[in-house]
Structures are given as C-alpha cells and as structure tokens.
Nanobody, 124 residues
C-alpha cells in the first residue's frame, strides 16, 4: 500500500484547507484511514480517522472544525480543516491500517502504512 498526501499549504487563522490522501491497492474499502500531525519539537499526535463503514473519530482539539471522509471510488481519504488555528500548524500525515484496530485508532503504532507528510502552516 502506498499513500500520497497532498493539499497542505499556508492559510490564515480562521481559514480552511483540505488534505487528500490517495491510496494504492484494490482493497481501499478495507482500510482504516487515519490522520496524524507533528509540530516541531512535539510528538506525533492523532487528529482523525475514518473506519471501513464510515464512522469517524476526532481528537478533542479538532472536533467541530475538522471533518474526515473517504471516497472508495477514488481510493482517497480527505481531511477538511475549517476555522484553522495557529496551533494547527504541523506536518500532517495520512496513515492506513489494513487490519481492524478497534479502540486503538488513536495509536500511531496501529497503522501499518504511512504517507510522506504535507506541511500545514497557519498564520495568526
């Protein structure tokens, strides 16, 4: 499985960006797709994930502002980020798990494939 993330860039506080993560493989529908981020000097943290049936989970810090979705026809997951804040600035990574991870969705170790990361910078 190869993951290609794109859509990062520079946005003003209060603005929006949409990240995309295109996945290879013919069984995209079986993947759990996650988003993580890492700011300089900080550990990688969970942002959001979407399960095989479309159920989504979010970190408290982004709940109500970010939305993750998936399009099986395009083998792509998305992270719509609205009302961006300065503290959202980070490198964002998409990740995929090809096995069920249940309650471990916040754990980066539960995902076995990772994209290359895309930079999101929010100016205050």
């Amino acid at each position: 499985v190869q993951l290609q993330a794109c859509g990062g860039g520079l946005a003003q506080a209060g603005g929006s960006l949409r990240l995309s993560c295109a996945a290879s493989g013919r069984t995209f529908g079986n993947y759990v797709m996650g988003w993580f981020r890492q700011a300089p000097g900080k550990e990688r943290e969970f942002v959001a994930c979407i399960g095989r049936s479309g159920g989504a989970y979010y970190a408290d810090s982004v709940k109500g502002r970010f939305t993750t979705s998936r399009d099986s026809a395009k083998s792509t997951s998305y992270l719509q980020m609205n009302n961006l804040k300065f503290e959202d600035s980070a490198v964002y990574y998409c990740a995929a798990s090809t096995t069920a991870i249940n309650s471990a969705y916040r754990n980066a170790n539960a995902y076995n494939y990772w994209g290359q990361g895309t930079q999101v910078t929010v100016s205050s």
